[in-house]
T-cell receptor, first 112, second 113 residues
Framework: DQQVKQNSPSLSVQEGRISILNCDYT??????FLWYKKYPAEGPTFLIS?????DKNEDGRFTVFLNKSAKHLSLHIVPSQPGDSAVYFC???????????FGKGTRLSVIA | DGGITQSPKYLFRKEGQNVTLSCEQN?????MYWYRQDPGQGLRLIYY???????QKGDIAEGYSVSREKKESFPLTVTSAQKNPTAFYLC????????????FGQGTRLTVV
């Protein structure tokens, strides 16, 4: 039973346009959400996070939106660049000493 | 520079052999983790450790063992009991378990031949 779901295994976007990566979760007790970016044969690197007390967090070209009532978060990348091509993992955390729970990832391809 | 180091990057194992993957961090992080990545499966937690000499099973611990004798080190042994060990293994660390970003190593690709 997957608690964090990324239902789109892949996404292709033109360079300069917006990339929107989606993530749904089932456990309403999750209170912190993170996005990681992963290039092939490398470890994931932290990208951006959001606490459940917020609905938006922005860092440069990356914005994460959280809709708690829908148990949905999304990562927006604008403008998309070819170097953004990677697998993006959504992760969620329960407070109280539990490890991160990861989604299966979405492979983003930004086409020049 | 602080970081987390996994070695080796590529590892080949014969069926029936145990093999140990190394993970070292100099970030002074308390918590360390091992994940396994398979195509279409995302990251699945094998074991984690919050403190020296203590560790807990994750979602897919069967066929694996770990130790945490030092804060900096969290080696993972893939035993012969692991039926499908070919995968990409990632080690991570965090300052603690609560609301902190994880730092990942570069990964080890294990192939059973």
């Amino acid at each position: 039973d997957q608690q964090v779901k990324q239902n789109s295994p892949s996404l292709s976007v033109q360079e300069g346009r917006i990339s929107i990566l989606n993530c749904d979760y089932t456990n309403s007790m999750f209170d912190y959400f993170l996005w990681y970016k992963k290039y092939p044969a490398e470890g994931p690197t932290f990208l951006i996070s959001i606490s459940s007390i917020k609905d938006k967090n922005e860092d440069g070209r990356f914005t994460v939106f959280l809709n708690k009532s829908a148990k949905h978060l999304s990562l927006h990348i604008v403008p998309s660049q070819p170097g953004d091509s990677a697998v993006y993992f959504c992760a969620a955390e329960l407070s109280g000493n539990t490890p991160l729970v990861f989604g299966k990832g979405t492979r983003l391809s930004v086409i020049a | 520079d602080g970081g987390i180091t996994q070695s080796p990057k590529y590892l080949f194992r014969k069926e029936g052999q145990n093999v140990t993957l190394s993970c070292e961090q100099n970030l002074n992080h308390d918590a360390m983790y091992w994940y396994r990545q398979d195509p279409g499966q995302g990251l699945r937690l094998i074991y984690y450790s919050q403190i020296v000499n203590d560790f807990q099973k994750g979602d897919i611990a069967e066929g694996y063992s770990v130790s945490r004798e030092k804060k900096e080190s969290f080696p993972l042994t893939v035993t012969s009991a692991q039926k499908n060990p070919t995968a990409f293994y990632l080690c991570a660390s965090t300052r603690g378990l609560l609301n902190t970003e994880a730092f990942f190593g570069q990964g080890t690709r294990l192939t059973v031949v």
